[in-house]
């Protein structure tokens, strides 16, 4: 068996090295369900000024002080969203958000008691309540909940593939009448 040589080897290091590095300081990516529960369960209302924007990978991420809602005023949360290209496709742009904005937000809390939550839907000033979930979206279209809810869908909602929404939630929205012949999102429904 040849020994490598010594080139080789300072390419191994240096390569490892790298990816330690890396490694320590890349932001971590999670499974937002894992995080924050079941996109399927009960939320909770907030409001809040934003104190700070995050606008970057993996995840898009907004500290506020809470003015209201189901958490006392005063304190300091962080609702952490999707990465860039996902709250893009969803109809969210960096311009909808300032310092200073007044936020509402539906959404989980952090199942690990920290003091982050995952926004169901986004409400900016005076805005609309927009949808930050096109597969929650598709589950409370299809329990009959989303028009009560007052909430603008996803952007991208209309022609998406709800399998992750699960397949209780497909087989009725099929029998709504709600997925083209291609098993695709049908938003807003015919003749609306």
Do not use: C
Not at 6 to 28: C, K, W
Not at 46 to 58: A, L, M, Q, S, T
Not at 83 to 88: A, C
Not at 153 to 174: D, H, I
């Amino acid at each position: 068996m040849r020994e490598p040589n010594a080139s080789a080897r300072r390419g191994a290091v240096v390569a490892l090295a790298g990816a330690a590095l890396l490694a320590t300081t890349a932001p971590a990516h999670h499974n937002s369900e894992s995080e924050y529960g079941p996109f399927a369960s009960p939320t909770m209302y907030v409001e809040g000024r934003i104190v700070g924007i995050h606008w970057g990978n993996p995840h898009v991420s907004f500290d506020m002080e809470t003015t209201g809602g189901e958490i006392p005023a005063g304190e300091r949360w962080r609702f952490e969203s999707h990465p860039i290209s996902i709250m893009i496709a969803y109809g969210f742009a960096r311009e909808d958000f300032a310092v200073g904005d007044r936020v509402r937000i539906i959404g989980w809390k952090n199942v690990r008691g920290a003091p982050v939550i995952w926004p169901r839907a986004i409400q900016v000033n005076d805005g609309p309540m927009r949808s930050n979930l096109r597969f929650t979206d598709m589950i409370d279209i299809a329990r009959g909940a989303f028009e009560d809810m007052n909430i603008v869908p996803a952007a991208n909602l209309n022609g998406s593939p709800p399998q992750r929404a699960g397949p209780e939630t497909v087989q009725k929205l099929a029998e709504m009448g709600l997925l083209d012949e291609n098993g695709l999102m049908i938003w807003p429904p015919p003749g609306r």
